[in-house]
């Protein structure tokens, strides 16, 4: 037997592994913070309250870091946690079904994220910190036994949808002032979006959601039946939205916003083609511009 190595081999694997902390962003998963924390900026814009002083923009900062790596990054370890034996199916290399990440690293990082989530909702107010705790009852919700509602796509899809853009948009407001009906309002019809978007993600795991028993909108529909129910819900919450705003008599962002569903359409009709194979790039491209049109939305309530 060649210890030596052997020795070597374990050394250098060893050497190849993640920091403790790495191993812990890689769980809160980046790539999943961007929603939220743009929905805390839109919901900040729709206040009407943002000026460009230091305190407005700490504030900002913090509500952001809250609302993505610290929350967000929070839900996704929650999910990784009790994915762990679908994962194991799907894709057994992640850091807890192949043993890199430990339970107690796990729940220590959980901890951590909702002691600081708590703490900055504190600081940027009363009814922040409410929703804060709404949040985090939901996270645990979608995941978590015995309700664990992302065991059923539309169950769980509306739960992550509420979470990452409606409750975000709400933070967003609350803390910088108190909120309207017309922003509550369009934080809902963007959720009501999201909650087809939240499926553009289950496209990559049908088959192992599929032997696990998770009742994905892919699994439940088929693809080609999950990529009308998508675009359809997309479409629908922003002509909502767009009727909201010409009913209010803004009919400027109304005209604004037709035309950010209109650069949609070449995306959607791609994606309902070959939705296996164009997931990806109407994720990446059609979710993009979704999102600007929040923004574009949350402007136009500055006015109202």
């Excluded at 929350?71 to 996704?76: A, H, I, N, R, W």
């Excluded at 799907?90 to 807890?96: G, M, V």
């Excluded at 909650?195 to 599929?210: A, L, R």
Aim: aromatic share 10%; with cysteine.
């Amino acid at each position: 037997m060649d210890i030596t190595g052997m020795t070597s081999r374990n050394e250098a694997t060893r050497a190849e592994r993640p920091s403790m902390l790495a191993r812990s962003i890689i769980l809160m998963k980046p790539v999943t913070w961007f929603p939220p924390t743009w929905a805390f900026l839109c919901g900040a814009v729709a206040s009407g309250a943002i000026f460009w002083s230091v305190p407005n923009l700490l504030n900002m900062f913090l509500g952001m870091v809250m609302a993505g790596p610290i929350l967000c990054g929070m839900s996704q370890v929650i999910n990784d946690w009790y994915d762990r034996d679908v994962d194991a199916l799907n894709e057994p290399d992640r850091l807890i079904p192949s043993g890199q990440v430990s339970e107690q690293q796990v729940w220590t990082t959980i901890v951590v994220l909702v002691a600081i989530g708590l703490g900055i909702g504190i600081y940027l107010g009363r009814w922040v910190s409410v929703v804060v705790i709404i949040g985090l009852l939901l996270a645990v919700a979608y995941s978590a036994p015995p309700f664990r509602a992302k065991q059923n796509g539309w169950f769980g899809n509306a739960l992550a949808a509420i979470s990452y853009e409606g409750l975000a948009w709400i933070a967003g407001h609350l803390a910088f002032a108190a909120l309207t009906p017309q922003s509550l309002l369009i934080a809902a019809l963007y959720s009501l979006g999201t909650h087809g978007i939240m499926s553009i993600n289950d496209y990559k795991s049908i088959d192992g959601d599929i032997k696990a028993g998770v009742r994905t909108i892919p699994v439940q529909h088929g693809p080609k039946g999950a990529a009308w129910l998508i675009v359809w819900t997309m479409v629908i919450s922003q002509i909502l939205v767009i009727t909201a705003f010409a009913i209010w008599g803004n009919v400027f962002i109304a005209v604004v916003l037709l035309g950010v569903l209109v650069a949609q359409v070449p995306l959607q009709y791609r994606f309902l083609k070959d939705p296996m194979g164009f997931y990806l790039i109407f994720s990446a491209f059609g979710v993009l511009i979704f999102v600007i049109g929040m923004l574009i939305a949350a402007i136009g309530l500055r006015g109202l």
